[in-house]
């Protein structure tokens, strides 16, 4: 089970940082990645990290702006947003999943609920 939080509201150009924590200490070695879907479109991949040698993912719309990391201690993935962008309002989701799968896929297993991010100017 998966619990997203860390969401609220920021002004353009700030921070903020969302945690994506699981109880199931199989979720050190799964490839987990951050989702987000703004009013009205889809669901899409911002960020992701592999279980297996920590490589990551950025969509080009965050890139340099945002910041997927892990700490197998705490059993949680972190993504640290900054130089927030109205655009970058959205409900944000973490997934995880075995390895083994493209970025593209979008095949995940376990999805954690949703939490808001709310970029105001």
């Known amino acids: 089970q998966l619990q997203a939080s860390g969401g609220g509201s920021a002004q353009t150009g700030g921070s903020l940082r969302l945690s994506c924590a699981a109880s199931d200490r199989t979720f050190i070695t799964a490839d987990v990645s951050w989702f987000r879907q703004a009013p009205g479109q889809g669901r899409v991949i911002v960020s992701g990290?592999?279980?297996?040698?920590?490589?990551?993912y950025y969509a080009d719309s965050v890139k340099g702006r945002f910041t997927i990391t892990r700490d197998t201690a705490k059993n949680t993935v972190y993504l640290q947003m900054n130089n927030l962008k109205l655009e970058d309002t959205a409900v944000y989701f973490c997934?995880?999943?075995?390895?083994?799968?493209?970025?593209?896929?979008?095949?995940?297993?376990?999805w954690g609920l949703g939490t808001q991010v709310t970029v105001s100017s």
């Open positions: 990290i592999r279980g297996y040698g920590g490589s990551t």
């Open positions: 997934a995880a999943r075995g390895s083994g799968y493209g970025w593209a896929d979008p095949v995940y297993e376990h």
